[in-house]
């Protein structure tokens, strides 16, 4: 009987049915589900650069007659932040909702903007709750959020989880290329990286894990907050997306070529 309780807990059997239902080694299974719907997504990334904040997506494209500003995984909440999608679209949706709902009343409370830290606790909260009533299930999505704290003076980042994890950051990644989009964070010097400089290596980042004979098609959505924008959270121009693309893709085949190189002197 005991190893039939163990093996109920290791698939999750009779442990999954409620979000607040915990399994005898302390996990909750529908918690797990939403994050590896956040998983299985196209990659999102947000970096804070030594003069803003920039988000990247990798919005998937399921057919071919999508309108391009359609689906968007990018949302401003605010003029001074916004955030971005991973996970499932519709319900980051609703997350996006409260969140400009949270914006709208805090201004109307105080008189003024509502600063990120507060805003992303809000949030998080907000989506913490989906995890402990058994009547509710949790949101398949994960946010990044970008603000400019004008109190403060300085541009802040923050990530919630489907559990209402909320952390802030210098740079974080969601979604399928999480893993080597980290790495490549890692490895910038972000004390002095501009906004301008991060579209780039953000393009280059998502272009390293699409496999293009494996994956579907994408479409890069950009958007930041920075001295160039008064740090008003806006979407990237299309031109300097389309320039973000080329030099990813000239890295990548220079890196390439390096690679090509090492193996011919290796031989």
Not at 26 to 36: D, N, P, S
Not at 115 to 127: G, N, Q
Not at 132 to 152: K, M, Q, T, W
């Amino acid at each position: 009987e005991r190893r039939g309780r163990g093996n109920m807990a290791a698939t999750g059997a009779g442990y999954d049915l409620s979000p607040t239902t915990f399994s005898p080694d302390g996990r909750i299974f529908q918690v797990e589900y939403a994050t590896k719907a956040v998983e299985n997504s196209g990659t999102t990334i947000g970096i804070r650069c030594s003069d803003g904040v920039v988000l990247g997506v990798e919005k998937v494209i399921f057919s071919k007659m999508l309108l391009k500003t359609s689906n968007r995984r990018v949302a401003t909440i605010d003029a001074h932040a916004g955030l971005a999608i991973a996970g499932l679209a519709a319900d980051g949706r609703q997350v996006v909702d409260r969140a400009r709902d949270e914006a709208s009343n805090y201004r109307e409370v105080y008189g003024s903007a509502i600063p990120p830290k507060v805003l992303a606790a809000r949030l998080a909260d907000y989506v913490h709750y989906f995890t402990i009533h058994g009547a509710l299930r949790p949101f398949g999505s994960a946010v990044v959020v970008a603000g400019y704290d004008d109190e403060a003076q300085t541009h802040e980042l923050y990530a919630i989880e489907p559990s209402g994890h909320c952390l802030r950051y210098f740079g974080c990644a969601l979604g399928k290329g999480r893993q080597s989009a980290k790495s490549d964070i890692e490895k910038l010097d972000l004390a002095t990286l501009t906004a301008k400089e991060a579209l780039g290596h953000i393009a280059k980042m998502i272009l390293t894990v699409y496999d293009e004979s494996k994956d579907k098609p994408f479409e890069l959505e950009l958007a930041w907050l920075c001295r160039d924008t008064d740090f008003q959270f806006k979407l990237v121009p299309d031109n300097l997306v389309q320039d973000a693309m080329a030099w990813a893709k000239a890295k990548l085949d220079d890196d390439d070529d390096d690679d090509d190189d090492d193996a011919d002197m290796a031989t």
